[in-house]
């Protein structure tokens, strides 16, 4: 996996985390949702990043 696509990955968590606080403060479920899909997301993506690295390791 390369450091940009770990940066995302890493982005898109925290901006979920970030959305699925707001959604708490606020009473917005629809927000709260949002942030918790956008948080497995990065979650599923960096563990196919994973894998693929797995596969393709050179040691």
Do not use: W
């Not at 996996?1 to 982005?11: C, P, Q, R, S, W």
């Not at 968590?13 to 959305?19: C, F, P, Q």
């Not at 009473?27 to 599923?44: M, P, T, Y």
């Amino acid at each position: 996996m390369g450091l940009d696509d770990d940066i995302k990955h890493n982005a898109e968590d925290v901006k979920g985390k970030v959305k699925e606080t707001v959604g708490d403060a606020t009473d917005n479920e629809r927000l709260q949702a949002e942030g918790v899909a956008d948080q497995a997301s990065a979650k599923i993506k960096k563990a196919g990043d994973d894998i693929k690295d797995a596969f393709t390791d050179d040691r």
